[in-house]
């Protein structure tokens, strides 16, 4: 399995669990919604979004639009930074889903 992009449910669970040792990525998103990790996982990169990633993430909206299944517009964003970073999503979140429905190229890790 490549490298992976942790989802805030993922960082929680792990914090929940004194599970330290995460090795990946994270973006800005996380950092403002759950301040904890920075202080909590060292191993944990950053990441911000570019203009690619708005791009991209303009073209799955407008296609979540079309089949009729409307996604937050940051869970949009998180996949499009997975999808060009090729990163790995680790999410519980099932909006991803959707998100595969027009963007197949997006690798979600799912297990519960």
């Known amino acids: 399995m490549g490298e992976g992009l942790f989802d805030t ?25 759950f301040p904890k990790i920075i202080e909590f996982f ?10 690619s990633d708005y ?7 407008t296609e979540l639009y079309k089949i009729g299944k409307p996604v937050p517009s940051i869970d949009i964003i998180i996949g499009a930074i997975c999808i ?9 979140d099932k ?3 959707y998100i595969k429905e027009v963007a ?9």
Request: hydrophobic residues 40%; glycine residues 4%.
């Open 104 to 112: 197949s190229e997006l690798q979600i890790f799912q297990d519960g």
């Open 9 to 33: 449910n993922r960082l929680i669970e792990s914090a929940k669990e004194n599970k330290k040792d995460l090795k990946g990525y994270t973006k800005i998103f996380n950092i403002i919604e």
């Open 42 to 51: 060292s191993y944990i990169d950053v990441l911000y979004p570019e203009q």
């Open 95 to 97: 909006h991803f889903e």
């Open 55 to 61: 791009d991209l993430a303009i073209k799955i909206a």
């Open 84 to 92: 060009n970073s090729n990163l790995i999503l680790f999410s519980k």
